[in-house]
Each structure stands twice: as structure tokens, then as C-alpha cells.
């Protein structure tokens, strides 16, 4: 017989456990030097929550401790927001990224870091940045980042937004402001909305994947 283990785990009659909670949770991790790309987590943050069930974790890095191993491992998405410096990611947020690859983020399991475990594969993934100009580099940046989530096995997902993103000058591969030279420019309505956007996107598709896990597993 089916069995009952904690709130949302079930035991099927072939004896898989199965986690039929319908919330998702949205890991926000971002490093912001001047407020920028902090502005842009929060609107991301508000995105998400507008999914019914959506749960969002912030976590600014660089100022504050690192999150912990267990509560990426709880998140079903893992947003990474960080400013464009020369055309990359900033320091900061790819250390966040080389430090869980090596397994210094937590503990490491079974003597091994958490990639080797598969920890982050089907997860869904996405990005934000912030950059001096226009055409500072940000694409490159929001890449950089993406590529990293790829080498985890993660599902990444972009804005999708439609054709108009071009006029209102919006990336396909992500959110992006424009804070100016001096970094100190916070991001204006049009790209707020896409960050609110990206962050829907990302519960949704988040919700869709753990929905369809539930039913697949389900008997």
C-alpha cells in the first residue's frame, strides 16, 4: 500500500518515493556592486511569485554568506543575476559557480562535489545582467552563465519574448539594464517588466516540470 512520509513525499506501490508538493521554489542569486542588478533580483523575485505556489529564495553574494548546499538542492530553478564587466560575469558570480563545482559550496557528498552527484541536472536555470551600455557586453555575460548551467545539466530558460524585444531592445537570452558609466543608473519600467518576465518564466516552466514529474511517477 501507498505510503505517507512527510507532507508532499509519497510511497507508490512500486516502491518509488514520490514528492507530489505542488510549490516550486526559485533560488535568486545575484552579486550587485552599485544596486543595479539587486533592483533587477527583485523584480525577477516578484515575476515568480506571481505563479500561484511559487517560493523565492534571494541570496545577494559577496556581502553575505553563500547559500547553503541543501537549500540549492530544495530549489527547483536557480536564477543568477551579475553585473557585465568586460564583456563576462563578474568575479563574484563565477566564483558562486566554480565554488559549487568544487564542492566548497556545503559539504561535499560521499567525498565528491555536488555536479558529480547530478544535484542541479533538470532544474531549471536562467540569468539577468547589468552593464555600463547598451552594447557593453551583456550577451557575452548572460552567456557566460548560461554555459556554466548547461555544464550542470540544468534546463535553461530564456525570456521568449516576442518580436516587439527587439524595438524595446530587450535580450533573447536573458534580462538585461543598462545602469550606465558609473553603474549607478537603477533600471527603468521596460527593464523591470522584463526581469518580472523572466522571473514568471522561470516558476512556470519550473511548475510545469514538477507537475510533470507528480504524474509521471504517480500511478
Known amino acids: 500500500m501507498p505510503g505517507v512520509l512527510r507532507r508532499g513525499l509519497r510511497v507508490t506501490r512500486e516502491g518509488n518515493v514520490v514528492d507530489t508538493d505542488r510549490d516550486v521554489k526559485v533560488a535568486v542569486v545575484y552579486y550587485s ?3 543595479s542588478v539587486a533592483a533587477m533580483a527583485q ?16 541570496y545577494r553574494i559577496g556581502e553575505e554568506p553563500p547559500p547553503e548546499l541543501a537549500d540549492l538542492r530544495a530549489a527547483d530553478a536557480l536564477v543568477v543575476g551579475t553585473p557585465a564587466y568586460f564583456g563576462n560575469a563578474a568575479s563574484p ?15 561535499k557528498v560521499e567525498g565528491r562535489a555536488p ?28 552567456q557566460a552563465v548560461l554555459r556554466l548551467m548547461m555544464h550542470l545539466g ?26 550606465g558609466p558609473g553603474g549607478d543608473r537603477p533600471p527603468n519600467l521596460t527593464e523591470l517588466d522584463a526581469a ?14 514538477r507537475l510533470g514529474r507528480i504524474a509521471a511517477m504517480t500511478p
Not at 523584480?43 to 534571494?58: D, I, K, Q
Not at 558570480?93 to 559539504?107: H, M
Open 93 to 107: 558570480a563565477l566564483s558562486f559557480f566554480e565554488t559549487l563545482l568544487s564542492g566548497q559550496v556545503g559539504a
Open 154 to 179: 540544468m534546463v535553461v530558460v530564456t525570456p521568449g519574448l516576442p518580436e516587439p524585444m527587439f524595438v524595446e531592445h530587450r535580450s533573447p537570452y536573458g534580462a538585461v539594464a543598462v545602469a
Open 115 to 142: 555536479w558529480w552527484h547530478q544535484m542541479f541536472q533538470d532544474k531549471v536555470g536562467a540569468a539577468f545582467v547589468s552593464c555600463g551600455a547598451e552594447h557593453a557586453g551583456s550577451e557575452h555575460a548572460l
Open 196 to 209: 518580472r518576465e523572466l522571473g514568471e518564466r522561470v516558476a512556470t516552466v519550473a511548475m510545469w516540470l
Open 33 to 35: 556592486r552599485f544596486g
Open 43 to 58: 523584480a525577477v523575485a516578484e515575476g515568480c511569485r506571481r505563479v500561484p505556489g511559487a517560493e523565492v529564495l534571494l
